[in-house]
């Protein structure tokens, strides 16, 4: 069920996530918002299977688990790295490429070694993100970040496969970026960008 409805702000929402590398950027970028983040790791939430194919069908999945848990709004963010030679993988199966104990070096690797010698080097980041009311209401937002795939990993900062990606228009990979120039142009920052305009109720003037 989707609908109109918009959060206050000044509002609480569950952020419907246990990586603490989103946890610190949905802060971050919703600080100028008043609207108040606690996680679903803090609030000891069970982590739903996500077992949709698509981004929005997993961010729905993760929303509405935390809506229905705590009787909260919930947030949640679905994001992936799709590479085009890899016809788009791993995309929504880009955790699962770090295998059971979150390994990107491994991952990084195997999304280096599936490419070959492809001289296509596109990727992009997606991220949709789901706003879920306890009655089952849902809003979505997207955002997307083109770029490159750059070989060897680069940089320190970040998390995830920010190391062999480089964004268009710059030629340091997300890892060599500080986190405020990263949230200005990456997949999440554009799809929170959307959603403050979208899904929260502006400032009176
Ligand atoms: P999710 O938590 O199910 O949305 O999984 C998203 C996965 O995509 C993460 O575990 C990362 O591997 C990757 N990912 C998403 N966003 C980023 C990012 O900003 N930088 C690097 N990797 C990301």
Redesign the pocket.
């Known amino acids: 069920m989707s609908s109109e409805r918009r959060l206050q702000r000044g509002e609480r929402i569950v952020l419907a996530?246990h990586?603490k590398?989103?946890l610190v950027?949905f802060r971050a970028l919703l600080a100028e918002s008043g609207i108040e983040i606690v996680s679903a790791a803090e609030l000891g939430l069970a982590e739903p299977e996500?077992t949709a194919d698509s981004?929005e069908g997993?961010?729905a999945i993760?929303a509405l688990a935390a809506a229905k848990a705590t009787g909260l709004p919930a947030l949640?963010?679905?994001?992936?790295?799709c590479v085009a030679a890899l016809d788009g993988r791993?995309g929504?199966y880009?955790?699962r490429?770090?295998g059971p104990d979150?390994n990107?070096t491994l991952?990084m690797q195997r999304v280096h070694d599936e490419m070959g010698a492809s001289p296509d080097k596109k990727a992009a980041?997606v991220?949709v993100l789901c706003l879920a009311w306890p009655d089952g209401t849902t809003r979505f937002t997207e955002g997307r970040?083109e770029g490159e795939v750059c070989w060897p990993p680069r940089g320190d900062q970040?998390?995830?496969?920010?190391p062999i990606?480089v964004p268009q228009g710059d030629c340091r990979s997300?890892?060599e970026l500080s986190s405020d120039e990263?949230n200005a142009t990456?997949?999440?920052g554009r799809a929170l960008t959307r959603f403050l305009q979208s899904c929260v109720t502006p400032d009176p003037v």
């Open positions: 996530s990586n590398g989103k950027e996500e981004f997993n961010a993760k949640s963010d679905d994001s992936g790295f791993p929504v880009s955790a490429w770090a979150g990107m991952a980041f991220a970040c970040g998390h995830g496969y920010d990606f997300f890892a990263k990456s997949h999440r």
